[in-house]
């Protein structure tokens, strides 16, 4: 990938997008196994000139009598971007293929359970794997299942038509999350979990080059500085992003459902730090309404506000020190790390031509429309999205 970050670009929200899942298999035995598969096709565009094409496999193979399941997926991500962050370093449009499995198994005999999952992904100029387990345990009834689970992956990261012999850069992560489920009543539900993570190794993208400007220059760039003038006022050439080895991340979601008669209410609360200093909190609340026995429709609305880490500038400073230019040891243009808040309304929709759940056709569709607000970086002020997702399933 010519350019800044992959990742970022996908976490972006898209103008446009479209998604047809299609549930082609499902098979029983002559005992208690259960085969389900599903295909997905997905499509994702953004402002910010960054087009994702996503066809995905799925399958889930279940033995009530024995507790065993099994999950396995496999997809591929077919990557155009061309966004702002790459026309500021004048290169051009780049496409790329990225293959992702991951199988887990799940072990549930009576009140505990285990589940062991691992993954795998793989693109030109990077690699990434990971292993976990989760255990859980049923208590009072079922009404308290608390968990535990731990994973480890390990990423590499270099760049396109280098051998990872010549340059790589290393990444380790570390997590365990502690949880529990708590049934309050008949109609409610409440889950707590707790994340937290270690992050061990070079995580700066190989591609982000950054400005450079005198003192004074810096103080004089605004939110939103357009690459031409940017480039008018910079000092020639250009730095490799560099941020710290070690990351530290914690996370506390509380996730809350009430069932009414025809209706479910949904309200999710997201809190996030980092020893980066990024803080975040993420809200999201939606509302499922049982027109009829076939049709849902569901209202829902997303906000997100976060500060900057540490080390942010939206524009990084040189001094001449004798015969040597010195720059801040840390640094990165990824804005993604800068203080933001992000706002989406979104209505959904879902025909089924039979009463029952999880029998015949299913049709889906929903319209999310978003605005980002980048409060202190570069090229981008804000961003207006829409997502639109259409869906079609079938169980057998």
């Excluded at 996030?272 to 609340?285: F, R, V």
Aim: hydrophobic fraction near 40%; proline fraction near 4%.
């Amino acid at each position: 990938m010519p350019a800044a970050s992959k990742l970022t670009a996908r976490r972006r929200w898209p103008v446009f997008g479209f998604s047809v899942a299609a549930c082609i298999a499902q098979a029983r035995s002559a005992g208690s196994a259960d085969f389900d598969a599903e295909l997905e096709v997905s499509g994702y565009a953004d402002t910010d000139h960054v087009e994702v094409l996503t066809p995905a496999v799925s399958g889930t193979l279940s033995d009530a009598r024995s507790g065993v399941s099994a999950t396995g997926g496999y997809v591929v991500d077919i990557v155009s971007g061309a966004s702002v962050d790459i026309v500021s370093t004048a290169s051009e449009r780049w496409v790329e293929v990225r293959q992702a499995a991951d199988l887990s198994v799940d072990y549930k005999p009576k009140d505990l359970g285990l589940t062991v999952s691992g993954s795998v992904s793989r693109e030109p100029d990077y690699l990434s794997w990971s292993v976990g387990a989760t255990g859980r345990i049923e208590l009072d009834s079922d009404h308290v299942t608390p968990s535990l689970g731990y994973s480890f992956s390990h990423d590499t990261a270099g760049r396109s038509g280098t051998p990872y012999s010549v340059y790589a850069l290393q990444l380790v992560r570390h997590t365990a999350q502690v949880g529990v489920e708590l049934v309050l009543d008949r109609s409610s539900r409440l889950v707590l979990l707790s994340e937290g993570s270690l992050e061990l190794g070079r995580q700066e993208k190989p591609y982000r080059f950054l400005p450079l400007f005198d003192t004074a220059t810096a103080a004089l760039i605004e939110p939103g500085e357009s690459i031409e003038s940017v480039n008018a006022l910079r000092l020639p050439g250009r730095v490799a992003e560099r941020v710290p080895e070690t990351r530290r991340r914690f996370t506390l979601t509380a996730d809350w459902a009430r069932r009414g008669a025809r209706h479910t209410l949904r309200a999710n609360e997201r809190l996030y730090a980092d020893s980066w200093g990024l803080y975040a909190s993420t809200s999201d609340l939606s509302w499922l309404w049982d027109v009829s026995s076939r049709l849902t429709l569901e209202p829902r609305a997303r906000f997100h506000v976060q500060s900057s880490v540490d080390f942010w500038q939206r524009a990084y400073a040189a001094e001449l020190d004798g015969a040597e230019l010195s720059v801040p040891s840390l640094r990165s243009g990824d804005r993604e790390l800068s203080a933001l808040w992000t706002a989406s309304l979104g209505f959904g929709s879902e025909w089924r031509t039979q009463a029952t759940y999880g029998q015949g056709w299913t049709f889906g569709a929903l319209i999310e429309l978003g605005f980002t607000q980048f409060l202190d970086a570069l090229f981008i002020e804000q961003r207006s999205s829409g997502l639109v997702v259409l869906t079609v399933e079938r169980a057998f």
